[in-house]
């Protein structure tokens, strides 16, 4: 028996929305997953684009990246990025930023998913990651009790933008994971477009 097929006796790869051990696609979920997946077809804008639903596998997966320490699972989100990226004919930017969290959340977490994502997509699409550069300067609190009012007035202004010249005339496609109200893209695209970013294109993997 090969070292391989040992492994996966202890260790095998299972779906991301279910767990299910079953063949699963490129992206990590089992076909049965797959079947309740929804692609959106209508975007925010030409500057502002989600690929799914976030809702049944999607969302529990998102939810496992960020709160179950499944980092891994960033790899496969940055393949479905890629895809839809390359589909889409939407690869007309310089560099790939993360929507930051701020330093004590990020501590707390022990990751960026985020940044995870982003770091993975710029190796995929041979494009230049820049981190550390737009910063959470706000310690917001939790947004998921708010209406879009009350989430537009908690980030405004929390975010600040680092070493600005190296955004300065370039494109910037920033990558965020849930798109809710919009309000925390919003806040960070008008950050980096301020400090001199050329174009800011937003990409979430999905929409609440």
């Not at 063949?23 to 959106?40: A, H, T, V």
């Not at 190796?123 to 981190?131: T, V, W």
């Not at 009790?145 to 989430?151: H, L, P």
């Amino acid at each position: 028996m090969s070292i391989n097929k040992i492994l996966n006796l202890f260790w095998a790869i299972r779906c991301m929305g279910c767990k299910n051990t079953s063949s699963l696609n490129r992206y990590g979920f089992c076909k049965e997953c797959e079947q309740k997946m929804i692609y959106l077809e209508n975007h925010s804008g030409i500057e502002t684009f989600h690929i799914l639903m976030y809702d049944g596998p999607v969302k529990e997966a998102i939810h496992r990246l960020k709160y179950n320490r499944k980092k891994y699972y960033g790899k496969r989100f940055a393949l479905l990025i890629h895809d839809f990226i390359i589909n889409n004919d939407i690869d007309d930017f310089d560099v790939i930023i993360p929507v930051p969290l701020h330093w004590k959340k990020e501590f707390l977490r022990g990751f960026n998913q985020c940044a995870i994502i982003a770091f993975y997509l710029s190796k995929l699409l041979k494009k230049r990651y820049l981190s550390g550069v737009l910063v959470k300067c706000k310690n917001t609190p939790s947004q998921t009790e708010m209406d879009k009012t009350g989430r537009e007035k908690n980030v405004k202004g929390s975010f600040s933008v680092k070493k600005r010249y190296l955004i300065k005339s370039k494109k910037v496609l920033l990558i965020d994971d849930v798109y809710t109200s919009g309000a925390t893209a919003k806040e960070a695209k008008k950050a980096l477009l301020e400090n001199g970013a050329g174009k800011v294109v937003v990409l979430t993997i999905a929409k609440a």
